[in-house]
């Protein structure tokens, strides 16, 4: 059974960072593709990175250098290392794992960014 737990979401106030964890059991973590994607209340989930099994990255437009997504095949984890948050980056932080053409999702954490 496929398993992906997120963490380290929370409250940060403008300008501050986080880093957000994304463990896996249950695949071989080192043939995936992984993903973080995020969803904010009223609009459509959309990436925010994604790293492949190779170790190749793409980020989202609005990301614009602030966030940068790593693995540590080892430890079964991705990660999104995020600076300088903005208000308009609240939302719900989702981690993907992904192989040819089979998907899945983490349940989600919270990331708040607000005074």
């Known amino acids: 059974q496929v398993q992906l737990v997120e963490s380290g979401g929370g409250l940060v106030q403008p300008g501050g960072s986080l880093r957000l964890s994304c463990t896996a059991s249950?695949?071989?973590?080192?043939?995936?593709?992984m993903g973080w994607y995020r969803q904010a209340p009223g609009k459509q989930r959309e990436l925010v990175a994604t790293?492949?099994?190779?170790?190749?990255?793409t980020y989202g437009d609005f990301v614009k250098g602030r966030f940068t997504i790593s693995r540590d095949n080892a430890k079964n984890t991705v990660y999104l290392q995020m600076n300088s948050l903005l208000p308009d980056d609240t939302a719900v932080y989702y981690c993907?794992?992904?192989?040819?053409?089979?998907?899945?999702w983490g349940q989600g954490t919270q990331v708040t960014v607000s005074l």
């Open positions: 249950g695949i071989i973590f080192s043939d995936y593709h």
């Open positions: 993907r794992a992904a192989r040819s053409g089979w998907a899945d």
């Open positions: 790293i492949t099994n190779f170790g190749t990255t």
